[in-house]
C-alpha cells in the first residue's frame, strides 16, 4: 500500500505546528515564566530551544521520512529489540488523547457560555462546583455523568474524526491550513485590543521582569527543558508519524527551523496576551499581579472568566478567545490521534477508515470517565504521571538510543544533502550529551519526587494504580506486540 504524501510543505509545517501549538502553549508557558524568573527564564528556555527542541525535532523528523512508517515501524528499523518503545509512545499518546479531548469539551463549553458570560461573577466556585460538578469525589470514586461536557466532547471527537479519516492530504492538511491561520490571526488580535487596556503592559512587564538570580538555579533549566519537551510534541510518536508523509528529497532542517520558531514564538505571543489580560484584571481589582495568577486549568477556566467580566465588549473578546482555546486543542488533539491510527495501519494493514473508527470509537468510550463529577481529578493524576514520566522517560530513552545506536554523522550527511542550509557537528553534541544528560536530571528528580512525596495528596492506592500502574502497563503492552512481531518479521 503506497504511503499517504502531504499535498505541500507549507500543509506539513502548518500540520507540525499545529500539533505543537496546543492548550499548553496558552495557559503553560505564561505561568511557567512568570513562576521561574521572567524575562531571565527565556535564557535557559532559547538555550534549551537551541540544544533540545531543534536537534530532536531534526532528528525525529530525518529518522520519520527515511524510515516512512509510523513510531513503532521507525524504532524497530533503528534496532528490532527497540519496537516496543514505539509501542510505549503510542500508548502515551492515545492516553493523552482520551483526557486531553475532555479539555477541549470544556473549551468548547466556555466557548458557548461566553456570548453571555453565564459563568457568572464567582468563576471559581462556578467551575469547580457547577460545571464540573467536584464535589467530594476522587480519582477512583468518579460519580455521575456530566452531560454538557460529555456533549461538547462528542462535538470536538467528530470534527477529529472527520480530519483523520479524511487522510494525510484531504483531512489533517485541509483542517491545519484552515485551524492554524485563524488561530493565529485570533490571537494577534485579542493582543491588539488587550495591550492599550489599562494596566496590561504592567502584567506583560511582569511577565518579562527578568529575576537574573533564578538562572543559578537547577530547577529553572529543568522547567525549560521540561517545557520544549511537553510543547514541540516530540518523543511521542507524533513527529514520527506525521514526517513519515514527508516526500523523499524533503528540506528536513528548514521544516525542522521553522516548526520549533513557529511553536517557541507563538508561546511567547500567547504569554503577552494573557499577562496583559492579568495585568488590566489586577488594576480593576485593586489587587497586585501575583493574586491574581493560577496555574494550568485554574488560568484558562477560573481567573480569565473572571477576566473576561472586566473587559469591555466582553460578548466579542470571550467568544474570540475560547474559540482560539478550542482551535488549539483540535489541532492538537488531531495530531495525537493520527499518531495512533498510523500505528495501527501499519500493523493491521488496515484502510484509513476503518483504523479511524476503531481508534476514535474506543477513545471516545474511554474518554467518557474523564465526563464524569470526578474527571478532573481523573484526569490530573493519569496527565502528571503521563507528561512527568511517561514522555520524559520515552524521550529518554529514545535520545539514547538514536544518538547512540544510530550514527548521527549519517543523518547529519542525510539532511544537509537536500536541505537549503546544513547543520554542524553542534547537532551530535547536543544529541549525545547535553540533551541526555538534561533528561536524566529531570526525569531522576521527577522519580524522585514522585516515590518520596506522591503527588496533589492522592491516596497510595491511586498513585500505584493509575499513576505507577498505568505507566507500567503501557511499557508491559509495548514489550509484549514486540515479542510477538519478532517471529512474524523472521518468518516474513
Known amino acids: ?286 489587587k497586585p499581579l501575583t493574586d491574581v495568577v493560577s496555574a494550568g486549568v485554574g488560568l484558562a477556566f477560573v481567573t480569565l472568566p473572571a477576566a473576561i467580566n472586566l473587559l469591555p465588549a466582553p460578548y466579542i473578546l470571550g467568544p474570540l478567545f475560547f474559540l482560539a482555546l478550542v482551535v488549539a486543542g483540535l489541532s492538537s488533539q488531531i495530531s495525537i490521534i493520527e499518531a495512533v491510527v498510523s500505528a495501527v495501519i501499519d500493523k493491521m494493514n488496515w484502510t484509513r477508515k476503518k483504523a479511524a473508527s476503531l481508534v476514535c470509537g474506543i477513545g471516545f468510550i474511554i474518554s467518557m470517565a474523564f465526563a464524569t463529577d470526578g474527571g478532573l481529578l481523573l484526569l490530573d493524576l493519569v496527565d502528571h504521571f503521563v507528561n512527568n514520566v511517561g514522555i520524559l522517560t520515552s524521550c529518554l530513552i529514545e535520545i539514547v538510543l538514536m544518538a547512540w545506536l544510530v550514527k548521527l554523522a549519517d543523518i547529519r550527511a542525510y539532511v544537509n544533502k537536500y536541505s537549503d542550509f546544513t547543520i554542524t557537528g553542534w547537532f551530535e553534541l547536543c544529541l549525545r550529551f547535553i540533551t541526555p544528560i538534561m533528561l536524566a536530571i529531570i526525569v531522576s528528580t521527577n522519580f524522585i519526587d514522585l516515590v518520596s512525596d506522591g503527588y496533589g495528596g492522592y491516596a497510595k492506592f491511586e498513585l500505584m494504580t493509575l499513576g505507577w500502574g498505568l505507566i507500567a502497563l503501557l511499557a508491559v503492552v509495548g514489550i509484549i506486540i514486540n515479542i510477538k512481531s519478532e517471529p512474524q518479521k523472521a518468518e516474513a
Not at 502553549?25 to 537551541?50: D, H, K, S, T
Not at 479519516?165 to 484552515?178: Q, S
Not at 511553536?263 to 503577552?272: D, P, R, Y
Open 1 to 286: 500500500m503506497k504511503r499517504e504524501q502531504w499535498g505541500s510543505r507549507a500543509g506539513f509545517i502548518l500540520a507540525a505546528v499545529g500539533s505543537a501549538v496546543g492548550l499548553g502553549n496558552i495557559w503553560r508557558f505564561p505561568y511557567m515564566a512568570y513562576e521561574n524568573g521572567g524575562g531571565a527564564f527565556l535564557i535557559p528556555y532559547l538555550f534549551a530551544m537551541i540544544t533540545a527542541g531543534i536537534p530532536f525535532m531534526i532528528l525525529e523528523f530525518s529518522m520519520g521520512q527515511k524510515n516512512r512508517g509510523s513510531a513503532p515501524i521507525t524504532l524497530g528499523k533503528i534496532n528490532a529489540k527497540f519496537e516496543w518503545l514505539g509501542w510505549f509512545q503510542i500508548g502515551i499518546a492515545a492516553t493523552i488523547a482520551v483526557y486531553y479531548v475532555a479539555v477541549i469539551g470544556w473549551a468548547i463549553s466556555y466557548f458557548g457560555m461566553s456570548f453571555d458570560q453565564s459563568w457568572g461573577t464567582d468563576t471559581n466556585a462556578y467551575f469547580f462546583g457547577e460545571y464540573l460538578g467536584l464535589g467530594d469525589n476522587s480519582p477512583t470514586n468518579l460519580g455521575g455523568m456530566q452531560w454538557k461536557i460529555a456533549g461538547a466532547m462528542v462535538l470536538a471527537w467528530a470534527i477529529t474524526y472527520a480530519a483523520i479519516a479524511g487522510g494525510v492530504k484531504a483531512g489533517i492538511e485541509r483542517a491545519a491550513k484552515i485551524m492554524m491561520p485563524v488561530l493565529f490571526i485570533m490571537v494577534v488580535g485579542l493582543i491588539a485590543r488587550m495591550i492599550f487596556l489599562p494596566g496590561a503592559l504592567d502584567g506583560v512587564n511582569y511577565l518579562f521582569q527578568p529575576d537574573f538570580s533564578k538562572i543559578m538555579d537547577m530547577k529553572v533549566w529543568a522547567a525549560a527543558y521540561g517545557q520544549i519537551f511537553f510543547t514541540l510534541s516530540i518523543g511521542f510518536a507524533i513527529m514520527l508519524a506525521y514526517s513519515s508523509y514527508l516526500p523523499e528529497k524533503s528540506d528536513i532542517n528548514n521544516n525542522a527551523f521553522m516548526t520549533v520558531l513557529l511553536n517557541c514564538g507563538f508561546s511567547i505571543i500567547a504569554g503577552i496576551m494573557i499577562f496583559s489580560v492579568l495585568g488590566y484584571m489586577a488594576q480593576e481589582q485593586g
